[in-house]
């Protein structure tokens, strides 16, 4: 069996009903849900029974999410799977953190939950929206955004799927235009323009949080989102420039798999990340955990690799 790499499921995977099996399976993710609706009651409700318009909330999104997140690495971990590294997309690198030791569960949720109203608040101030660009390179999208003055390539997630975040008057019109070009946009199941210089007032105030917290060097490698590189020094300034900065997801991807980790599991709601791992190509294994059918299947998986 390869080297494993935990990768943990970003903001846009969430949906009614996540982690109500899990919760009632595995003790170890009852621990992470119980912890966090103990911090911000109502959490477990939102994520077992809330409708699909309320997770899509960036206030709801990201703790509820983050709490599916760990909730699903806890329950791999305890089933005896041992990640070599990590990575989580966007939201999802805050709960990487947390499973890596960066700082306790309880800091990382409430970061989340504040990261989530400074984002939203931002959103707020400057409407705006997602889209992913399916067809066209990162170079072609690039030089489309470059027309216009605030729309901004934010997630390089695979060859031929860039993400753009712009403004809301403008994004039809690149939309349009992306397709004249050839490529196919897909709206994006979040509320505002992440990762976009629109979120520089929420990336300073995590900063100023973050840097209050006595963070420790994370137990296993986790690569950051803004430098595709594991974290070194200052992980305060890494982990609060990425709500500001692109994710270089696929540059992430290739350096893990350079580094040696060949079979990547994501751990959180969906199997987004999964897919964008099989287009970047060169992994022995991938696989999900979302629910406890999933997580047999995974379980089943690595038995197999292990055997050969």
């Not at 009903?17 to 899990?22: E, F, H, I, V, Y």
């Not at 970061?111 to 608040?121: L, N, P, S």
């Amino acid at each position: 069996m390869g080297r494993i790499a935990f990768v943990f499921s970003g903001q846009g995977a969430q949906y009614p009903g996540m982690g109500r099996d899990l919760y009632e399976a595995s003790p170890a993710a009852r621990e992470i849900f119980d912890l966090a609706e103990s911090l911000r009651p109502g959490t477990l409700s939102q994520c077992f029974s809330g409708t699909k318009e309320e997770l899509s909330q960036t206030i709801n999104t990201q703790p509820c999410l983050f709490a599916m997140d760990l909730a699903c690495a806890a329950a791999l971990a305890e089933a005896g799977v041992k990640a070599e590294a990590a990575a989580g997309f966007s939201l999802g690198e805050v709960a990487a953190a947390a499973f890596c030791g960066m700082m306790p569960a309880a800091d990382a949720f409430q970061a989340v939950c504040k990261r989530g109203e400074w984002m939203d608040a931002c959103a707020q101030a400057h409407p705006g929206s997602m889209a992913a660009i399916v067809k066209l390179t990162a170079e072609q999208v690039e030089a489309l955004c470059r027309e216009f003055s605030q729309v901004y390539s934010v997630n390089y997630n695979s060859p031929g799927q860039t993400v753009v975040a712009g403004a809301r008057e403008e994004m039809p019109s690149f939309m349009e235009k992306a397709a004249a070009a050839g490529g196919r946009a897909i709206p994006l199941a979040v509320s505002g323009a992440f990762h976009s210089p629109f979120m520089e007032e929420a990336s300073e105030k995590l900063h100023g949080l973050l840097n209050s917290l006595p963070l420790s060097p994370p137990a296993l490698p986790l690569y950051a989102n803004a430098t595709a590189l594991p974290y070194g020094e200052n992980p305060a300034e890494l982990l609060s420039r990425q709500v500001k900065s692109p994710v270089q997801w696929q540059k992430t991807v290739e350096n893990m798999l350079a580094d040696g980790y060949d079979t990547f599991i994501e751990v959180g709601a969906g199997k987004t990340l999964a897919g964008l791992i099989k287009k970047i190509g060169g992994a022995k294994r991938i696989c999900n955990v979302t629910d406890c059918a999933t997580l047999q299947a995974t379980l089943e998986a690595l038995k197999e690799d292990s055997a050969c």
